[in-house]
């Protein structure tokens, strides 16, 4: 089984960060990512709103880092976490971050695109020249 996702969005709210009693800290953000998509005659765009998981130094970071309209990538895995309230039984998916990375700009410096433009995505580490990014 593969269980994988990357989504690239703008934080809807700034991030919450708690700690478990164990100590260890857990950050949860909210994205938005939005698709363009032909209809009909014209274009339409779809937004997803999507709940993430940070644990660790990385929620921290991201905690200390990332804030309301700024852009991130999300790499992890799909989780869905159920629960019962007044004896319903609730469930929703959420995305449990392995890696976040911080792009540049927010919603006020990105592009048509929604992700800020080609150059906004450093190039990945232990590259070299002869690489074309």
Known sequence: MYNKVILIGN???DPEL????QGT????????SS???????????????IDCVV???????????LAKGKTALVEGRLQERKWETDGQQRSKFEIVAQTVRFLSGGKKE???EGY??????????GTTDLEPF
Request: net charge neutral; glycine share 12%; aromatic share 12%.
């Open 11 to 13: 934080l809807t709210k």
């Open 18 to 21: 708690r700690y478990t009693p």
């Open 25 to 32: 800290p857990v950050c949860t953000i909210r994205l938005a």
């Open 35 to 49: 698709t363009k998509f032909k209809s009909g005659d014209g274009m339409k765009e779809e937004t997803l709103f």
């Open 55 to 65: 644990w660790g130094k990385q929620g921290e970071s991201v905690a200390q880092y």
């Open 110 to 112: 990105s592009s048509s």
């Open 116 to 125: 800020g433009g080609e150059g906004d995505f450093p190039a990945p580490e």
